[in-house]
């Protein structure tokens, strides 16, 4: 049976979605209802999570509020599922869900361990009832497949990467009527697994053992939704490293599963296009990658006007900054700026203040390119005012490589090497490769700027390796045109 720690988990997730406030908040809560955060129970959760929510709607907004008290709520009710007594068929089974969606709340506050303890229970309690002959599994219509959560993650290029619990899944998958429910459980518990353990490093081989075990028990039972989510599990981790033709393998084999999924009904056909949009969104990123412009626009903008329909402001001002990026990356800088301000709109009408941040930063970022140097400093502060509220070393290390870039234009050495400096310092013991070179990079061309051949070639070489091994083609060449030219002065002198 799993401990509780409310105080911790709740004090978590509302850190994540308005950053340290949300201790605040969740402090003056219980001090309102006599409670220390120490006693908080699952009983208390109800009046909490409207205390809360009322707290709430100045800082984030009505319904990202009710998003948050909603999801309190369904963790409530997962808690007092599992701590029931009885051992009817119906209770396992909904016990079964209730640590799925345990799971799913421990993975979004970053709680892996606990994440994948609460699946390996859900597994097990699964395979007690399989070598039951007495019980027989039965759906249960109470507790949805996924809550509905947002995302901005700490892990490289946090901000672009789609991933299934943006998505709220529906409460039965469509097409699986006449499916027994064990394998479609199988199936989930398998592709939650590979979600949870995919970030951790050490458990890659693990995670992707997981989502080829829910693509075997998906495919031959009918499970369209799995095998495409579990697919695009697979294509965002080959994308993260570095593996783009695997990862667009993967992209095109989720859209494929998806094709024999029913969509007669209004409800049918939602599902279907979320996963959709979801997938749209990843091979985006890949086709930027492999500067495949017009394919990468096509496929956010697909994603767009899905997530639109979809009535997700939170999606579409994520893939917005995703589009944003890829004008940005071509040199069309007007375009990029629109899209990045339309991204910052719809993030703000979300109530999404870390992705806010995030898209702010990415407009100082193109400003500055555009050489509208001073109009940058705008959006940087405003970037520096949200960001500070939430502890996200990889979001700051961006913040400050943005700001190393404005002093570098203007020419101010000792604000652009502390900006730099502080960007690598950030991100060093992270374990998030992509930003880390960036920062790298941006130091070396910098320095490079200021006559320090040796240092600058010294950081534009780290940049270097890990370019060559995500194989990025325009940052490779960009960075070796740079080190040919030391090359070439060099001899000159």
Not at 18 to 39: H, P, S, T
Not at 74 to 83: K, M, P, Q, S
Request: with cysteine; hydrophobic share 40%; proline share 2%.
């Amino acid at each position: 049976m799993m401990e509780l720690d409310l105080k911790q988990s709740l004090t978590l997730l509302l850190e994540k979605e308005v950053g340290f406030a949300g201790r605040f908040i969740l402090e003056n809560q219980c001090r309102k209802m006599n409670l220390e955060m120490e006693d908080i129970a699952p009983q208390h959760l109800e009046s909490l999570s409207n205390k809360i929510k009322n707290a709430l709607l100045d800082v984030c907004g009505e319904r990202k509020a009710e998003q948050i008290r909603k999801g309190i709520m369904d963790y409530e009710r997962a808690l007092d599922t599992i701590f029931s007594e009885g051992v009817s068929p119906q209770s396992l089974n909904d016990r079964i869900e209730a640590n799925l969606l345990i799971a799913e709340k421990k993975l979004i506050i970053g709680l892996l361990v606990e994440s994948e303890a609460a699946l390996l229970e859900a597994r097990k309690l699964l395979e007690d009832e399989n070598n039951s002959d007495a019980i027989n599994i039965t759906k249960t219509e109470n507790i949805p497949d996924v809550i509905d959560i947002i995302e901005a993650e700490n892990i490289p290029e946090a901000e672009n990467i789609p991933e299934a619990e943006n998505i709220p899944e529906a409460e039965n998958i469509p097409g699986t009527e006449d499916i027994l429910e064990a394998e479609r459980l199988k199936a989930r518990i398998a592709r939650h697994l590979g979600r949870t353990l995919s970030r951790t490093t050490e458990k890659m081989d693990s995670a992707r053992a997981e989502y080829q075990l829910a693509i075997e028990i998906g495919v031959p039972n009918g499970l369209h939704y799995n095998v495409a989510l579990s697919w695009n599990g697979l294509g965002a981790m080959d994308w993260r490293a570095g593996m783009h033709q695997s990862a667009l393998k993967c992209y095109k084999l989720a859209l494929k599963s998806l094709e024999p999924m029913k969509d007669e009904s209004k409800k049918d056909k939602l599902t279907k296009m979320r996963a959709k949009a979801l997938i749209h969104s990843g091979l985006g990123n890949v086709y930027l990658d492999l500067l495949e412009i017009d394919l990468s626009i096509e496929n956010n903008k697909t994603a767009i006007e899905m997530f639109k329909l979809l009535n997700n402001g939170s999606e579409v001002g994520r893939v917005y900054n995703n589009l944003a990026r890829v004008y940005e990356e071509q040199g069309q800088f007007n375009e990029a700026i629109d899209r990045y301000e339309l991204g910052i709109q719809f993030s703000r009408s979300a109530g999404e203040l870390r992705m806010q941040g995030w898209t702010l930063t990415n407009l100082a970022s193109t400003l500055i390119k555009a050489k509208r140097v001073e109009e940058a400093v705008q959006p940087l502060k405003m970037a520096e005012k949200i960001l500070r509220k939430f502890r996200d070393p990889v979001a700051h290390s961006k913040l400050h490589c943005m700001w190393g870039k404005y002093h570098r234009e203007r020419m101010d050495w000792d604000g652009a090497n502390e900006s730099f400096t502080s960007s690598i310092n950030f991100v060093i013991k992270q374990n998030v490769p992509d930003y880390l070179a960036i920062a790298h990079e941006e130091f070396g061309a910098c320095l490079l700027l200021q006559d320090e051949t040796d240092k600058a070639r010294h950081y534009l070489e780290l940049a270097l390796e890990w370019y060559q091994q995500k194989e990025e083609a325009n940052r490779i060449a960009r960075i070796t045109a740079q080190l040919a030219s030391m090359t070439d002065i060099k001899r000159e002198h």
